[in-house]
């Protein structure tokens, strides 16, 4: 019976069975049906981990003509062999697509988000899109691996150059790239790296972009400066090879100490709030390690950022890098980026939206078509979060805390994804071979999905209906919608106030398409609607009842951010924190997820690591820690004239493509180069100057 039931529900016979027929059984969990197969178009050249980079000096090295000649000449700058590190990073030439590049030309953003400020240590965002990943470095990186043969798959080096372990396992010894300096000049060393783990990540009162907190890096971890190029970790575990997923882009990317310190509460007069505001969208050239410096500020018009004449990479022919000069970021929406960079009046983006799946798609595959449209695996993915604190975090009214109760019910969250449409919801999206049903947990696309330990609540409204009921909510006052039991919240109406990013399409379709099939439940939800930064406030502080969000990392990966997975910190969960004051409040099967996730991360045997994600898996979607909405494939969408776009990139997997493609080694071959330059030949200024040197 089982399986005379998938086969139809997959074969979307069911709608020929009458729905009573189907009622006994309809409600029974299963595996999710198996979703339409979506080749993806690039296939990726699976390489060995060391085959990308390696550190070391080469006899000569060179730069830009007109930086030579403009500002080496002219004494405004030391010559390029001085302002590199004794041992640059160098890109190997046989991981490059289409090996060595030239200078010149841009790459041009267009993004949906806007600048906070340049303190991404202190929790500002830049905007996305790349911004921020194009000026900072981390210790270590991980969005490359998309390409590394599994069994290779370890973190690369980056400023920490290399590592060693002690016999115990218990200290990690980093030794930092000798020598590379900020884009203003000064040094780069472990000052830089302990001011970020001291004054940002463990000061309670600092926390950075993506929420990196003592916790990301291990319960009780521990970091010290050695020397000027040798930090020190400590673990309570033997190995946690993993925290090195933890030292890459989003967490370990450390601020100019030098600019920064001297605004920190603990070396001045300012307030918490004021180091954060110090460095605000106007402050030009921000020192950066990264290779594109800012210059230009237009509000609600556009970024500009300059190549950084102190980056540490090259080429294997000495070349320093970047090879494009200038990056730039149109102020404008998430849609128009797609639509613009179709169209040939951007260069970049992330195909995401399924919205506009099907316009791309035709514009793509015109014989002039200006940009390539590559789709890869099933990575995007949206999950409905139910907030779990009941003891306090957010500070929740009384119908706030009726809802957090609800949230713990397991009866109510059964109702809720059994009561979810899933194939409507990725129709409203897009028609087409693109969304597959998802029930929560880990992404379809990762290597550690396993389908037969993902347990599926297909839809089925009247058996909803009946754990509604279980879990003690009737319409006491017969408008349709079920009402608090007499005594609790006045035993009004069950409202339920859902959080939802207004600057994307997507997260509003599926945000709408829920409240409308929850009406049908009987369950009132109330969408609260903000900008991508007001919303990620008012997540990081607990203010919702659910929220629908766009599935990060440690879904699409599992091993980068992985400590995202489960409450194991008290500030590593997207739904479930510790108030101020207090612990998490953890359900038991929670705790479950805890042990497991924290097993995986002190595991080794890749073995046991897959067992373990298929217990997370059952676990997460049986208990629905979250409640799938839909996921589908996204598409990189790049202009013709570069070069070096490695062959497969995904949209999103340790990282976004930004970072995937390497855009540091990207380039625009002599013959295709575009005069888009809107600050030809200039260098980034002095920091908090306006505008670039001269
Ligand atoms: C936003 C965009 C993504 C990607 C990231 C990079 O989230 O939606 O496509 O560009 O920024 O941080
Ligand atoms: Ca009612």
């Not at 069950?494 to 959080?499: P, Y």
């Not at 990060?552 to 969960?573: I, Y």
Request: aromatic share 10%; charged share 25%.
């Amino acid at each position: 019976m089982r399986n005379l039931r998938n086969i139809g529900l997959a074969a979307g016979l069911a709608l020929s069975v009458s729905v009573s027929a189907l009622s006994a059984y309809a409600s029974e969990p299963t595996v999710p049906p198996a979703p339409t197969p979506f080749p993806a178009e690039g296939k990726i050249n699976y390489v060995a981990r060391d085959s990308i980079l390696e550190f070391k000096a080469l006899p000569q090295y060179h730069e830009p003509d007109w930086v030579t000649e403009k500002y080496v000449k002219t004494g405004k700058l030391p010559p390029v062999k001085d302002r590199l590190p004794k041992e640059p990073l160098v890109f190997k030439t046989g991981n490059m697509q289409d090996g060595i590049g030239v200078y010149g030309d841009t790459m041009r953003h267009v993004i949906g988000g806007r600048p906070e400020g340049w303190n991404y240590g202190a929790g500002q965002t830049q905007g996305w899109g790349g911004i921020d990943i194009g000026l900072s470095e981390c210790l270590t990186r991980t969005a490359p691996l998309f390409q590394v043969e599994a069994k290779d798959t370890e973190p690369l080096p980056n400023l920490a150059r290399s590592w060693d372990w002690s016999s115990d396992g218990h200290k990690l010894t980093m030794h930092l790239v000798e020598g590379a300096k900020w884009s203003d000049g000064v040094a780069f060393n472990a000052d830089d790296v302990m001011f970020y783990w001291d004054d940002e990540v463990v000061d309670p009162n600092v926390s950075p972009l993506n929420g990196a907190t003592q916790e990301t890096f291990g319960v009780g971890t521990t970091l010290k400066k050695i020397d000027d190029y040798t930090v020190e970790w400590t673990f309570k575990e033997a190995f946690p090879k993993q925290y090195l997923y933890a030292m890459a882009y989003g967490t370990f990317c450390p601020g100019p100490a030098h600019i920064l310190k001297p605004q920190h509460p603990k070396y001045s007069k300012n307030t918490y709030d004021q180091f954060k505001n110090a460095f605000p969208p106007e402050f030009m050239n921000m020192p950066v390690m990264g290779a594109w410096v800012p210059v230009e500020y237009r509000p609600d018009d556009i970024i500009v950022m300059r190549r950084n004449p102190y980056y540490w990479k090259v080429d294997e022919k000495g070349n320093q890098l970047p090879y494009l000069n200038e990056l730039q970021y149109k102020l404008s929406t998430w849609a128009d980026r797609d639509v613009q960079a179709v169209a040939g009046s951007a260069d970049f983006s992330n195909l995401e939206q399924p919205e506009n799946f099907v316009a791309s798609l035709k514009r793509a595959a015109e014989a002039n078509a200006p940009a390539r449209l590559a789709f890869g695996p099933r990575l995007i993915g949206y999950n409905l979060r139910m907030n779990f604190s009941a003891n306090g975090w957010g500070n929740p009214d009384e119908r706030g805390q009726a809802v957090r109760e609800l949230n713990r019910n397991e009866d109510f969250r059964k109702a809720v994804t059994m009561a979810l449409d899933r194939k409507a919801l990725g129709d409203s999206l897009v028609k087409g071979p693109f969304t597959a049903i998802y029930a929560g947990g880990l992404s379809s696309g990762t290597s550690f999905y396993d389908r037969d330990s993902t347990v599926y609540y297909p839809f089925d409204l009247e058996g909803a209906k009946a754990e509604l009921a279980k879990a003690g909510l009737k319409d006491t006052d017969g408008d349709g919608f079920v009402n608090f039991p007499a005594g609790t919240a006045g035993g009004k109406n069950v409202e339920v106030v859902m959080l939802v990013n207004n600057d994307y399409t997507t997260d509003k379709s599926l945000a709408e398409g829920v409240v409308a099939q929850m009406e049908k439940l009987g369950i009132r939800v109330v969408l609260n609607g903000l900008n991508g930064t007001q919303r990620d406030a008012s997540q990081y502080s607990g203010r919702f009842d659910w929220l629908v969000r766009r599935n990060d990392q440690e879904l699409t990966s599992v091993v980068q951010n992985t400590e995202q997975l489960a409450p194991v910190g008290p500030k590593t969960s997207w739904n479930h924190r510790a108030p101020e004051s207090g612990e998490v409040d953890l359900m038991p099967f929670e705790k479950d997820l805890v042990d497991i996730v924290n097993k995986f991360v002190s595991s080794e045997d890749n073995d046991q690591r897959a067992s373990l994600m298929k217990q997370f898996q059952k676990i997460s979607t049986e208990h629905v820690y979250n409640v799938g909405l839909t996921e589908y494939p996204g598409a990189l969408i790049i202009n013709k004239r570069f070069s070096n776009i490695p062959q497969g990139t995904p949209i999103f997997m340790f990282n976004w493509a930004e970072d995937s493609i390497i855009r540091e080694r990207v380039f625009v071959a002599a013959d295709k180069q575009a005069k888009y330059e809107l600050f030809p030949e200039e260098l980034p200024g002095k920091p908090g100057d306006k505008g670039p040197m001269d």
